[in-house]
């Protein structure tokens, strides 16, 4: 499975931006698809996750209520809303898929990784 995210940018504290990821794969329903992010000097952390249905979705704590996870497995994308952002949102944003959905709700093991999409959030 190939990742494609996009969607990262500038933008001020407090904000909304929309990221997005594209899945080469036509079997892309049959993939848990979660978004990581990494910020400088630190480790790559969960984001928030969506099983293959779509019928379940997670959150870290730091972004519960203002981020959304969706899918469209039409046309083989997630998306991340995001909303009321901070400067600490500011990382490398990833999108992941996996079968398994302890793994994409953990990053250990996953099977595919996009390429990562930069926000920079300013204060």
């Known amino acids: 499975v190939q990742l494609q995210a996009s969607g990262g940018g500038l933008v001020q504290a407090g904000g909304s931006l929309r990221l997005s990821c594209a899945a080469s794969?036509?079997?892309?329903?049959?993939?848990?698809m979660g978004w990581f992010r990494q910020a400088p000097g630190k480790e790559r952390e969960f984001v928030a996750a969506i099983s293959w249905s779509g019928g379940s979705t997670y959150y870290a704590d730091s972004v519960k209520g203002r981020f959304t996870i969706s899918r469209d497995n039409a046309k083989n994308t997630v998306s991340l809303q995001m909303n009321s952002l901070k400067p600490e949102d500011t990382a490398v944003y990833y999108c992941?898929?996996?079968?398994?959905?302890?793994?994409?709700?953990?990053?250990?093991?996953?099977?595919?990784w996009g390429q990562g999409t930069l926000v920079t959030v300013s204060s």
């Open positions: 794969e036509r079997t892309f329903s049959n993939y848990h």
């Open positions: 992941a898929a996996d079968r398994t959905i302890v793994v994409i709700t953990t990053g250990s093991g996953i099977a595919y």
